[in-house]
């Protein structure tokens, strides 16, 4: 009896529980647009893949590839840079510009693409004045700058994408010792070998990992590298999926952007190689910042302002300007059902995105097995994936459901109850929660590290269920972490746009659209207001984040 009463136990330990149902059901929601699209690049149903590569094709690669080599050097020029001075000197401004230099992260590359072209421009001011105050009458008297091209597409992702690199490369060199750079100092290293021989070394890793995260938001691009006339692969996909209607053409050029990014991701581990650094102990000395005197003080102020003003000053003074040309703007019956649908769909995506990273984490941690050394990374692969590849892996099998149950209705009830789940915004909601489950994934899973598994323990010894452990214990020491992770999600669900360009139903518009509708037909101010709403929203997570890296 005993015998048979040990089988049933092991077969009930054996047998998968509701929390391992649910964590498979979350990451297989997650991974299904990425298998999606491999299935139908594989298996098209009209195979354009040799005229691709005779053609256009080459094309997007090398122009993509330009656009992330002159991201990546501008990136890490612009945050190691300005990481550095702030760091380890102390110069007029130096305590505001430390936070105010990841406040471009607050905008849109794409409304800092309008900003800048509408300065640049032949009819802005910049031009304009210049035609005015040297009496020039048309371009041919005088040479300007391609306003639409390449190195200007460049030049605005960079003042966009730094902060990533300047986040990292922050945090880096505050948790430095000091020790190091007084040793350096005695054998007479000056500023430049102190950075070359410790400061770039010891903070490689974290340099590498905000290159790669620029390149993935670079490579991602839609709206900026369009309105600067840019063929990258992500405008190639909308072009021959919308223009030529050719879904496993896009589906194909999808997977070259999915194989671009995860050589990226390759090179930047290669890259780190097996590097550890590790400071001496608790008692390591910090580095006590260094003043600078004379002119070179104000130097330092200015390299530091240049980024900050490119990346936020402009396109803020832009938009601004724009906004009070015209205020009537700001009461525009678009604008205010565009700000609803943002809340509520952009809400609700990061409410059920933070929700299943938790019941994911969770439930991984709590069984112990080595399913998670290989999920919860795999689980990753939505983030660097850009809007419009997950947006392609979603809509086209979602579609097909969609169609199953109508014609299953249909065959019921005789009623054709017509597009269910593509026709809402339960499509782009699943697209936001697919793109952003990485940041909250990992944002859950450093807060989850952080509490004590004693804690776990004591409370599940105490009579405690599984979720009534999750519940009493783990959320509310992990409350900051997880109103964190759900205001970066919503901002960044609200910032998106080319899944939502994609995913969205007929005649719903968002901020994100809203923006990119106007702008591209040159209705500059009214697209400011949203522009402005999508830039305080952003701001808030900003100052939030700022104050948790003090």
Same mark, same amino acid.
């Given at each position: 009896?005993?015998?048979?009463?040990?089988?049933?136990?092991?077969?009930?330990?054996?047998?998968?529980?509701?929390?391992?149902?649910?964590?498979?059901?979350?990451?297989?929601?997650?991974?299904?647009?990425?298998?999606?699209?491999?299935?139908?690049?594989?298996?098209?149903?009209?195979?354009?893949?040799?005229?691709?590569?005779?053609?256009?094709?080459?094309?997007? !690669?090398?122009?993509?590839?330009?656009?992330?080599?002159?991201?990546?050097?501008?990136?890490?020029?612009?945050?190691?840079?300005?990481?550095?001075?702030?760091?380890?000197?102390?110069?007029?401004?130096?305590?505001?510009?430390?936070?105010?230099?990841?406040?471009?992260?607050?905008?849109?590359?794409?409304?800092?693409?309008?900003?800048?072209?509408?300065?640049?421009?032949?009819?802005?001011?910049?031009?304009?004045?210049?035609?005015?105050?040297?009496?020039?009458?048309?371009?041919?008297?005088?040479?300007?700058?391609?306003?639409?091209?390449?190195?200007?597409?460049?030049?605005?992702?960079?003042?966009?994408?730094?902060?990533?690199?300047?986040?990292?490369?922050?945090?880096?060199?505050?948790?430095?010792?000091?020790?190091?750079?007084?040793?350096?100092?005695? =054998?007479?290293?000056?500023?430049?070998?102190?950075?070359?021989?410790?400061?770039?070394?010891?903070?490689?890793?974290?340099?590498?990992?905000?290159?790669?995260?620029?390149?993935?938001?670079?490579?991602?691009?839609?709206?900026?590298?369009?309105?600067?006339?840019?063929?990258?692969?992500?405008?190639?996909?909308?072009?021959?999926?919308?223009?030529?209607?050719?879904?496993?053409?896009?589906?194909?050029?999808?997977?070259?952007?999915?194989?671009?990014?995860?050589?990226?991701?390759?090179?930047?581990?290669?890259?780190?190689?097996?590097?550890?650094?590790?400071?001496?102990?608790?008692?390591?000395?910090?580095?006590?910042?260094?003043?600078?005197?004379?002119?070179?003080?104000?130097?330092?102020?200015?390299?530091?302002?240049?980024?900050?003003?490119?990346?936020?000053?402009?396109? !803020?003074?832009?938009?601004?300007?724009?906004?009070?040309?015209?205020?009537?703007?700001?009461?525009?019956?678009?604008?205010?059902?565009?700000?609803?649908?943002?809340?509520?769909?952009?809400?609700?995506?990061?409410?059920?995105?933070?929700?299943?990273?938790?019941?994911?984490?969770?439930?991984?941690?709590?069984?112990?097995?080595?399913?998670?050394?290989?999920?919860?990374?795999?689980?990753?692969?939505?983030?660097?994936?850009?809007?419009?590849?997950?947006?392609?892996?979603?809509?086209?099998?979602?579609?097909?459901?969609?169609?199953?149950?109508?014609?299953?209705?249909?065959?019921?009830?005789?009623?054709?109850?017509?597009?269910?789940?593509?026709?809402?915004?339960?499509?782009?909601? =699943?697209?936001?929660?697919?793109?952003?489950?990485?940041?909250?994934?990992?944002?859950?899973?450093?807060?989850?590290?952080?509490?004590?598994?004693?804690?776990?323990?004591?409370?599940?010894?105490?009579?405690?269920?599984?979720?009534?452990? =999750?519940?009493?214990?783990?959320?509310?020491?992990?409350?900051?972490?997880?109103?964190?992770?759900?205001?970066?999600?919503?901002?960044?669900?609200?910032?998106?746009?080319?899944?939502?360009?994609?995913?969205?139903?007929?005649?719903?518009?968002?901020?994100?659209?809203?923006?990119?509708?106007?702008?591209?037909?040159?209705?500059?101010?009214?697209?400011?207001?949203?522009?402005?709403?999508?830039?305080?929203?952003?701001?808030?997570?900003?100052?939030?984040?700022?104050?948790?890296?003090?």
């Amino acid at each position: 009896m005993s015998d048979r009463f040990t089988q049933l136990a092991r077969r009930r330990r054996m047998l998968p529980d509701l929390w391992t149902i649910g964590a498979a059901c979350i990451a297989i929601v997650v991974l299904a647009p990425i298998l999606s699209i491999a299935w139908i690049a594989v298996n098209p149903t009209e195979n354009i893949w040799p005229h691709l590569m005779a053609t256009v094709l080459p094309r997007y !690669l090398v122009t993509t590839l330009m656009l992330m080599g002159g991201v990546a050097i501008l990136t890490a020029a612009m945050g190691t840079g300005a990481a550095w001075l702030v760091s380890q000197y102390r110069f007029p401004g130096r305590n505001w510009l430390s936070h105010a230099l990841l406040f471009p992260m607050a905008i849109p590359a794409y409304v800092g693409a309008y900003a800048l072209v509408d300065v640049l421009d032949y009819a802005g001011p910049l031009q304009s004045g210049l035609r005015a105050a040297f009496g020039w009458t048309s371009a041919r008297d005088y040479w300007f700058p391609e306003t639409r091209s390449l190195p200007m597409a460049i030049l605005v992702l960079s003042f966009s994408l730094y902060p990533y690199v300047y986040l990292l490369a922050r945090s880096a060199y505050r948790e430095q010792s000091g020790r190091a750079y007084e040793v350096a100092r005695a =054998l007479g290293c000056g500023p430049w070998g102190m950075f070359l021989r410790i400061g770039w070394p010891l903070a490689r890793p974290a340099i590498a990992a905000g290159v790669a995260l620029a390149l993935m938001e670079t490579v991602a691009d839609y709206g900026t590298v369009l309105h600067f006339g840019v063929q990258t692969l992500t405008t190639g996909v909308f072009s021959t999926w919308l223009n030529g209607g050719n879904a496993g053409g896009a589906a194909q050029i999808s997977g070259v952007i999915l194989v671009l990014i995860l050589l990226l991701v390759g090179l930047e581990r290669a890259g780190r190689g097996g590097a550890r650094f590790h400071r001496l102990g608790r008692s390591a000395q910090p580095h006590e910042p260094t003043e600078i005197v004379g002119r070179k003080r104000w130097y330092a102020t200015v390299l530091c302002l240049i980024p900050f003003a490119g990346g936020f000053l402009l396109p !803020l003074g832009v938009m601004l300007v724009h906004s009070a040309a015209a205020p009537e703007s700001w009461l525009a019956p678009g604008l205010i059902e565009a700000l609803v649908n943002t809340l509520v769909v952009g809400g609700l995506a990061a409410l059920a995105t933070v929700g299943a990273a938790i019941f994911l984490v969770y439930a991984l941690r709590m069984k112990g097995s080595r399913a998670a050394q290989w999920l919860l990374p795999m689980t990753l692969v939505g983030y660097a994936a850009p809007g419009a590849v997950l947006a392609l892996g979603l809509l086209l099998p979602l579609a097909a459901l969609d169609h199953r149950l109508a014609d299953g209705v249909l065959a019921l009830t005789g009623w054709d109850p017509g597009l269910m789940i593509t026709g809402t915004a339960f499509a782009l909601g =699943l697209a936001y929660l697919v793109r952003f489950f990485g940041i909250a994934q990992g944002a859950v899973d450093a807060a989850f590290g952080r509490v004590s598994p004693s804690l776990s323990m004591a409370a599940r010894s105490l009579g405690r269920s599984a979720s009534g452990t =999750l519940r009493s214990v783990y959320l509310p020491l992990m409350r900051g972490s997880v109103l964190t992770a759900l205001l970066v999600v919503f901002v960044d669900c609200v910032k998106e746009l080319p899944a939502t360009l994609l995913l969205r139903p007929f005649n719903y518009n968002t901020l994100s659209t809203r923006v990119f509708e106007l702008a591209s037909l040159e209705r500059l101010s009214e697209a400011a207001p949203a522009a402005l709403l999508v830039m305080a929203v952003g701001l808030l997570a900003v100052v939030v984040v700022a104050r948790r890296q003090d």
